[in-house]
């Protein structure tokens, strides 16, 4: 299968495995299971960053010191482009986008009972705006991944994938929360979700004539996984400070970590 046809397979397949999980998961209103996958996808996500995208970027640059530069970069690229949003949509500490996902998801839920009030759809828009972004650069960041080897962008498909379901639980909720119905609820998220389609091509066909980007595309991946997991996702972790969901936490962390180990060896050894 050539390159492009696993761009495009990765892109169409994970984006409508993440809607449907998502909206499974929101029908049935089962915050606890959202909050285990946010704690699965903080390891697969570190798990893709430090075993996968960050050797292979090293090993394709051979200038460590420019890669590991151009990461901490990524990092506080991210955290910018994420202030941008914060400054440009949000007038209040209360508004959507200053909560993380798990109490995102809690806030959603309890927000679809009877007698909540909805705000004619504008936190909806917002949320979908910036997950379409999002899924783009999410298509960017696996068409790098792939055009450097194969392997690497399985791998870095699952941590994306793992990452984008308990995302795209978040973005249901809140959709219905705006008044939006569950059916236009999910038609927005499948719409959206082309984003990532759309960045892969592009991005496959930019790179044929500048392959030199690769290593440094792939040092924003990590960036991208790294700063997600670290900022976006533990934060919300650690308002479940008993010892019993602190383990649970931890076993599933290690679960996301080991399961990319686990892929990597299972397709290196059928590379």
């Known amino acids: 299968m050539s390159t492009l046809a696993w761009?495009?397979?990765?892109?169409?397949?994970?984006?409508?495995?993440?809607?449907?999980?998502?909206?499974a998961l929101t029908l049935n209103t089962r915050a606890v299971w959202v909050q285990m996958l946010v704690s699965y996808a903080?390891?697969?996500?570190?798990?893709?960053?430090?075993?996968?995208?960050?050797?292979?970027?090293?090993?394709?640059?051979?200038?460590?010191?420019?890669?590991?530069?151009t990461v901490l970069f990524g990092i506080l690229l991210f955290f910018i482009l994420e202030k941008l949003v914060l400054w440009r949509h949000c007038h209040s500490?209360?508004?959507?986008?200053?909560?993380?996902?798990?109490?995102?998801?809690?806030?959603?839920?309890?927000?679809?009972?009877?007698?909540?009030?909805h705000d004619n759809g504008r936190s909806g828009m917002l949320i979908m705006l910036g997950d379409t972004f999002h899924n783009f650069v999410d298509g960017i960041l696996i068409a790098a991944a792939f055009?450097?080897?194969?392997?690497?962008?399985?791998?870095?498909?699952?941590a994306i994938i793992a990452h984008e379901i308990p995302q795209e639980a978040g973005d249901f909720l809140i959709l219905l929360n705006s008044g939006y119905t569950r059916r236009q609820a999910l038609?927005?998220?499948?719409?959206?979700?082309f984003a990532t389609l759309l960045g892969g091509i592009s991005t496959y066909f930019m790179l044929q004539d500048v392959n030199h980007l690769i290593p440094s595309?792939?040092?924003?991946?990590?960036?991208?996984?790294?700063?997600?997991?670290?900022?976006?996702?533990?934060?919300?972790?650690h308002k479940?400070?008993?010892?019993?969901?602190?383990?649970?936490?931890?076993?599933?962390?290690?679960?996301?970590?080991?399961?990319?180990?686990?892929?990597?060896?299972?397709f290196s050894h059928h590379a």
């Open 187 to 193: 038609l927005f998220n499948l719409l959206s979700s």
């Open 147 to 158: 055009m450097a080897d194969i392997q690497l962008g399985i791998v870095t498909s699952i």
């Open 217 to 237: 595309l792939l040092g924003l991946a990590a960036a991208s996984m790294i700063y997600v997991a670290m900022s976006d996702l533990i934060p919300g972790l």
């Open 7 to 23: 761009i495009i397979g990765t892109s169409l397949v994970g984006g409508l495995l993440s809607i449907l999980f998502a909206a």
């Open 93 to 117: 500490e209360e508004c959507e986008a200053h909560e993380h996902l798990p109490s995102v998801t809690m806030a959603a839920i309890a927000a679809t009972t009877p007698g909540h009030e």
């Open 42 to 69: 903080i390891g697969a996500l570190l798990g893709a960053a430090f075993l996968n995208a960050m050797p292979e970027a090293l090993e394709l640059s051979q200038e460590p010191g420019r890669m590991t530069a």
């Open 240 to 266: 479940r400070p008993e010892i019993g969901a602190t383990i649970q936490q931890v076993a599933l962390i290690t679960l996301g970590i080991s399961s990319i180990w686990l892929a990597n060896q299972l």
